[in-house]
T-cell receptor, first 113, second 116 residues
Framework: GNSVTQMEGPVTLSEEAFLTINCTYT??????LFWYVQYPGEGLQLLLK?????DKGSNKGFEATYRKETTSFHLEKGSVQVSDSAVYFC????????????FGRGTSLIVHP | GAVVSQHPSWVICKSGTSVKIECRSL??????MFWYRQFPKQSLMLMAT?????????EQGVEKDKFLINHASLTLSTLTVTSAHPEDSSFYIC????????????FGQGTRLTVV
């Protein structure tokens, strides 16, 4: 079946530090890949997505590239802010004819001033 | 853009009572909606897929009689937690595909249920 593996958190950084959150996946076919962000007490918001190999999704300074050869979709940001503190979920959908998203366990990011 | 609205955002209820959570698609029709449960510091666990005009599809291990799902219209799905117990306390989130058959989904704000 499909699965998404994320690095365990929490990830604790100082403001303006470089961020990487690793995500790898297992799926049949060619799924779409997503990063969602969840702020405290809220639902999930789509942060970025990529629908095919070598696509780069980007939004709000965050980037992730769909790497089929390594089955990865690592999230990066060059300079994090305190307001980026949240839980980040890697997800896939569209594998094997199913459009139900499969989520990773989430990675908590804490950014200190 | 399309929005999914979930209500209430939080609720406290007594053991043995039932609680209804609503999920509405505000500016699009959602023939399918997903209901998730999220435990503290854990990922989202899919509970069921709600289908307008037909029975919901429940994931293995989810009690159908305890978590009643009704998808009465193209814009409304409800999850009722019946005879709630403290172990049902959790964060419940609904979502709907952007359009049927697409991979992107919109999420509600979530409902924090506390059973005392």
């Amino acid at each position: 079946g499909n699965s998404v593996t994320q690095m365990e958190g929490p990830v604790t950084l100082s403001e303006e530090a470089f961020l990487t959150i690793n995500c790898t996946y297992t799926a049949t076919g060619y799924p779409s890949l997503f990063w969602y962000v969840q702020y405290p007490g809220e639902g999930l918001q789509l942060l970025l997505k990529a629908t095919k190999a070598d696509d780069k999704g980007s939004n709000k300074g965050f980037e992730a590239t769909y790497r089929k050869e390594t089955t990865s979709f690592h999230l990066e940001k060059g300079s994090v802010q305190v307001s980026d503190s949240a839980v980040y979920f890697c997800a896939l959908s569209g594998s094997g004819g199913s459009y139900i998203p499969t989520f990773g366990r989430g990675t908590s990011l804490i950014v200190h001033p | 853009g399309a929005v999914v609205s979930q209500h209430p955002s939080w609720v406290i209820c007594k053991s043995g009572t039932s609680v209804k959570i609503e999920c509405r698609s505000l500016d699009f029709q959602a023939t399918t909606m997903f209901w998730y449960r999220q435990f503290p510091k854990q990922s989202l666990m899919l509970m069921a897929t709600s289908n307008e005009g037909s029975k919901a599809t429940y994931e293995q291990g989810v009690e159908k009689d305890k978590f009643l799902i009704n998808h009465a219209s193209l814009t409304l799905s409800t999850l009722t937690v019946t005879s709630a117990h403290p172990e049902d306390s959790s964060f419940y989130i609904c979502s709907a595909p952007k359009t049927l058959g697409t991979t992107e989904a919109f999420f509600g704000q979530g409902t924090r249920l506390t059973v005392v």
